[in-house]
């Protein structure tokens, strides 16, 4: 019998077949897949080059039709079959068409984006200088290599030199030892949360798991949020995993976004290959075909990086959740402060939980100074408790740390008379001074990007005493010189550190000892263990208590706990000095205590009470137009979509439809952005809705000439 249309799975080549057509998906803003003819034995899984329009572009074979969907002398023939890689292997075709579904986007739009750059670009294998295409070039320069290693090193065998380089870590206490059996109880698939303090040591407790994994002859995705923490901890897997299942010394290949071209095609060929052990990466590392993948680990699980905020907005943490479920084995999410969502899910036991609540070296956790600021002559923003304690630690010859939430907290330009502010002329946003130079300052829009100049009087009154309202990191930076002309003072934040390898620079100058006082935004909170910061002082916490967004105080609340536990991780006493306007505001209450647990029980209920994630599932449709009437219109329109075909929506009473609304930032380069948001109690009825809503959509969205997109389980709205 020849190959059935449908059967994905179980006809997985046509090479027996006098017919032969493929079913193609792309990576094009149009729904479907598209159906070709090909001369050629093919596979599914398989990449092709086909054309489409006036372009040629690569495709991933999805299915191999008996009958294709159109007439057949209507169809195109596949220009190429690229076989430099085996087919793309069932598990990931899986993975891919799951989130297809789930995030409610094309296959194409979804699979090729997921692939390193050179297997997607049709001209690198079609190209004069193409060289039998990007893989066999990277295999021949890793063969070159290999080699001349080969030839260097017959002193010693690779075994005993590989066996002098591991060390070996600190034993594991009881706390981690619990933690780790509980990981190794997991018999097939399951899911683990490790809630762990700031240095308690959930990374022992990782490698523990991984080195138990790669024995046993598997592979470990290691997943962090930020680039910045790579490093790190791509040092300690280096120097601590010992023999995978080979007997050979476990190897490592690291991807993110700060990769060439190049490098990320070699990673993520390391690991699809199964030569690479572990893998450790950003969120676009959960994507990466591995044969062997015994276990996936998302450190700081909770962090808003790993959800992806354009194009395909997935979520890394919730699909590595839905593989490890696909192929049978763990997943471990570890936190300080674990999402709503991922905690909910333990509570109620669909997750299991291992808790790590001391620290692991012999240091107590930094006591929370609440500085209740109402009614204290603040000089820039500190509290004269604030810059006595930060004398006081200097003097010892400790490192202080004062943290700035960015948000509402950049200098705007403002008029001293008129009250005017700098604004973007684009969008709805004030713009921020800046200083480029030392001698050369302009206003820029966070927003759009744009840039101009200081104006030099007041364009609405002409005054000319404009001021910076607000304290930004440099202007901070600038008062704390004045205020400890003896103190080395570094800043770290976005301005900082825009260039390549500047971050890593300035952290090892912390590290070093070189730096004194240290100024920095959401940047220093994350991972980084400064072994001498004795004080950590808060300025602007309150700016995220009442802001729109309801999960602003979890994010508050974690970020600050992570800012705590930057402190005292070697040295005892150390301390953490809060002002706020709020001191009774139950999110700093329970920080005072290092209650997570406590805090999030209320923050729970109140989400209960109201409805809210995790009780509730939510999915925002934006619209973008030159004007926004345009994009609530179309807003308006999509809303009442389900009235016409309320069945074929899969019924719509559990589904909560809100009005639409203009966006906080309304304007954006001159484009108008308003979104809709729905909403329901049942994932599946919100899934079967938006399924027949986007078809519905792309209609009236060609109709209108209106930009949309939608996002399931949005993290900001
Ligand atoms: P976390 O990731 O939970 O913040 P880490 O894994 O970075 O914590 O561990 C914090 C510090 O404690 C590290 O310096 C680590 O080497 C050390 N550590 C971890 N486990 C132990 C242990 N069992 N005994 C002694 N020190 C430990
Ligand atoms: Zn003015
Ligand atoms: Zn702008």
Aim: charged share 20%.
């Amino acid at each position: 019998s020849g190959p059935r249309s449908d059967a994905v799975g179980l006809v997985t080549t046509n090479a027996a077949s006098p017919v032969r057509y493929v079913r193609v998906a792309l990576d094009v803003p149009l729904p479907g897949l598209f159906d070709y003819r090909v001369a050629q034995p093919v596979s599914i899984g398989q990449r092709v080059i086909v054309p489409f329009g006036r372009r040629e572009l690569v495709g991933v074979v999805i299915a191999l039709p008996e009958a294709p969907a159109v007439a057949p002398e209507q169809l195109k023939s596949v220009v190429r079959v690229i076989d430099d890689l085996p087919p793309m292997p069932a598990d990931w075709l899986a993975l891919m068409t799951f989130a297809a579904r789930y995030y409610q986007r094309s296959l194409g739009e979804v699979m090729l984006p997921a692939l390193p750059p050179p297997l997607r670009k049709a001209s690198v294998y079609t190209g004069k200088r193409a060289g039998g295409g990007p893989v066999r070039r990277l295999q021949r320069r890793l063969h070159a290599k290999a080699q001349a290693r080969a030839s260097e090193a017959n002193a010693q065998t690779p075994a005993s030199q590989a066996n002098e380089e591991v060390s070996h870590g600190p034993r594991l206490n009881e706390e981690q030892q619990a933690a780790l059996a509980a990981i190794q109880a997991i018999k097939g698939h399951g899911v683990l949360l490790l809630r762990g303090v700031t240095g308690s040591g959930k990374t022992e407790v990782y490698l523990h798991a991984a080195q138990r994994v790669l024995q046993s002859g598997r592979q470990v995705l290691f997943l962090v949020p930020e680039i910045n923490l790579t490093p790190q901890l791509e040092h300690v897997l280096r120097s601590r995993l010992g023999v995978s299942g080979t007997g050979q010394r476990a190897t490592l290949a690291i991807m993110h976004s700060g990769l060439s071209d190049g490098e990320r095609l070699q990673a993520w060929w390391q690991a699809f290959t199964g030569e690479a052990d572990v893998l450790l990466g950003t969120r676009m590392a959960i994507t990466t075909p591995m044969p062997r993948l015994g276990l996936i680990v998302v450190d700081e699980e909770h962090d808003v990086s790993y959800k992806q905020q354009d194009g395909l907005r997935y979520s890394a943490r919730d699909l590595a959740v839905w593989r490890g479920h696909d192929l049978g084995i763990p997943v471990v999410l570890g936190s300080a402060t674990p999402s709503l969502e991922s905690w909910h899910h333990a509570q109620q036991g669909r997750y299991a939980l291992a808790t790590l609540a001391r620290r692991a070296r012999d240091v107590a956790l930094p006591d929370v100074r609440i500085v209740d600021t109402r009614r204290l002559a603040l000089d820039q923003g500190f509290s004269p408790h604030l810059l006595d304690a930060m004398s006081e630690r200097l003097t010892a010859g400790q490192q202080v740390l004062v943290f700035i939430n960015r948000r509402g907290y950049a200098p705007v330009l403002s008029c001293t008379s008129c009250g005017w502010v700098s604004q973007c002329a684009h969008c709805t946003a004030y713009t921020v001074l800046h200083r480029w130079s030392n001698r050369s300052a302009g206003l820029q829009c966070h927003h759009c990007g744009s840039r101009s100049r200081v104006p030099r009087a007041c364009p609405t009154c002409g005054d000319l005493d404009l001021k910076p309202m607000g304290r930004g990191t440099q202007r901070i930076e600038e008062f704390l010189s004045e205020r400890f002309p003896d103190a080395r003072i570094a800043r770290i934040d976005a301005d900082s550190t825009r260039l390549k390898g500047s971050a890593q620079a300035l952290f090892a100058k912390v590290h070093d000892g070189e730096v004194d006082i240290l100024v920095g935004t959401q940047m220093v909170a994350k991972g980084h263990d400064f072994a001498n910061l004795g004080l950590v002082g808060v300025l602007n916490a309150d700016s995220m208590l009442f802001a729109h967004d309801f999960r602003a105080p979890e994010r508050l609340f974690a970020q600050l706990m992570q800012v705590a536990g930057r402190a005292g991780r070697h040295v005892g006493g150390a301390e953490v000095m809060l002002q706020t306007d709020y001191p009774d505001q139950p999110v700093y209450r329970a920080l005072q205590r290092h209650d997570y647990a406590g805090f999030a029980h209320y923050a729970l209920e109140e989400r209960r009470a109201l409805g809210l994630p995790p009780f509730a599932y939510q999915a925002l449709l934006m619209a973008e137009a030159r004007e926004l009437a345009q994009a609530l219109q179309f807003l308006n329109d999509a809303r009442r979509l389900p009235e016409d075909a309320p069945d074929a929506y899969g019924g719509v009473e559990q589904i909560m439809v809100y009005d639409p609304v203009p966006l906080r930032v309304v304007r954006v380069a001159n484009v108008e952005r308003a979104q809709l948001l729905v909403e329901s109690v049942s994932r599946p009825a919100l899934q079967r809705f938006l399924a027949r809503w986007c078809d519905d959509l792309y209609r009236l969205g060609r109709a209108a000439r209106v930009r949309y997109s939608l996002e399931v389980d949005p993290l900001e709205i």
